[in-house]
């Protein structure tokens, strides 16, 4: 019998309050990450999952939120981004009062750390996101590795497009690691954006530091039935994101075959395009009455294109198509 919780017994279904600890979506949650992205047998044997070292959150942006609120003091501590990078990184940041030190990415396709300036600069954590959004490309593996071995701070990696990617998630490099913070979502591989739902993968001590942060009882219970049923059979999630995989590869090669783009990144769950004259391109689809981010986070010259249906990506296609029969016309 419960009396300590000051709940209405003479409420409706929703009188209690939900599950703090969230065990049971922890446990669902972990079978389908390990249903969908194995671990190498080596690191199965060494490392298991449990709620000790995985904390549900709201959303990927409530994780990056948790672990900047937990661990950085305002007005004195310091976080490296790596542009193009995802705009929340910086916007998070300037919330808490954290300053922010800007290390370009390299490598012509945006995939390449600065690990020496990343180590000598004066910043207590380092923010990445892989696959990267905007660019939608996979950072180095190299790099990263160098990054954990010599870094001393946090290294906090947003993977919300992981289940989309071809190489496997960096969560199994925690064992490894416990300065690595993986952040993870529910939205975009498991389709469940609406229950906006998203987790903290990392250390045991990591976790009970950003769960003692937490607001109590932060995930509605209606949300948590819904996401244990849509996670409880793992073989309809792969098929979901074998589907979109699929259709964003047919979309990748087909925009890489217009004239108007220069190049195409598609390691993501979206495609983002190079344009030689971005103007026309967004021009292009405006007139067509299509929706994409140019120059997404002021990386000038591109275009972030979500993935559509067949049907509306092929809309997309010919109106870039179209665009450009249109000024061979008027020439």
């Given amino acids: 019998m419960n009396l300590r919780s000051n ?19 922890v446990r669902h949650y972990i ?6 992205e194995p671990p190498a047998p080596e690191q199965a044997a060494r490392w298991t999952w449990s ?3 995985v904390l549900i959150t709201r959303g990927a942006v409530d994780a990056l939120d948790l672990v900047l609120r937990t661990f950085f003091e305002p007005g004195t501590d310091l976080v490296a981004v790596t542009p193009p990078n995802f705009a929340f990184f910086d916007r998070l940041a300037t919330l808490h009062g954290i300053g922010t030190c800007r290390v370009p990415l390299g ?3 945006f995939d390449r750390l600065d690990v020496e300036r990343l180590v000598a600069t004066p910043v207590k954590g380092v923010l990445l996101c892989d696959p990267n959004n905007p660019s939608s ?14 870094f001393a701070g946090l290294v906090v990696i947003d993977e919300t497009y992981v289940e989309f990617a071809t190489r496997a998630s960096h969560r199994h490099l925690v064992s490894r690691h416990p300065n690595l913070v993986v952040l993870r979502s529910m939205s975009k591989g498991f389709a469940m954006a609406g229950l906006r739902l998203g987790a903290i993968l990392a250390d045991d001590a990591v976790i009970a530091a950003v769960r003692a942060a937490r607001p109590p009882f932060a995930v509605p219970g ?6 244990v049923d849509e996670l409880a059979d793992p073989a309809i999630l792969r098929r ?10 047919r979309l990748a090669a087909a925009l890489s075959r217009c004239p108007k783009v220069s190049r195409v990144f598609a390691d993501a769950g979206f ?16 007139r067509a009455r299509i929706a994409t981010v140019v120059n997404p986070d002021g990386w000038q010259r591109h275009v972030r294109i979500s993935v559509g249906s067949a049907g509306q990506n092929a809309r997309l296609i010919a109106a870039l198509h179209d665009s450009h029969q249109r000024e061979e016309d008027l020439t």
């Fill in 7 to 25: 709940e209405n017994p003479f409420g409706g279904p929703y009188r209690h309050y939900p599950d703090d600890d969230l065990d049971v979506l």
């Fill in 31 to 36: 079978a389908a990450l390990d249903a969908i």
């Fill in 51 to 53: 709620s000790e070292n």
């Fill in 107 to 109: 490598g012509a396709r």
């Fill in 137 to 150: 490309t996979r950072l180095n593996p190299e790099d990263l590795e160098r990054l954990l071995a010599r």
């Fill in 222 to 227: 209606p949300v948590i039935e819904r996401a």
């Fill in 240 to 249: 979901r994101i074998d589907a979109f995989v699929e259709e964003r590869d």
């Fill in 271 to 286: 495609v983002t395009i190079e344009a030689e004259d971005v103007a026309d391109v967004a021009s292009a689809l405006r």
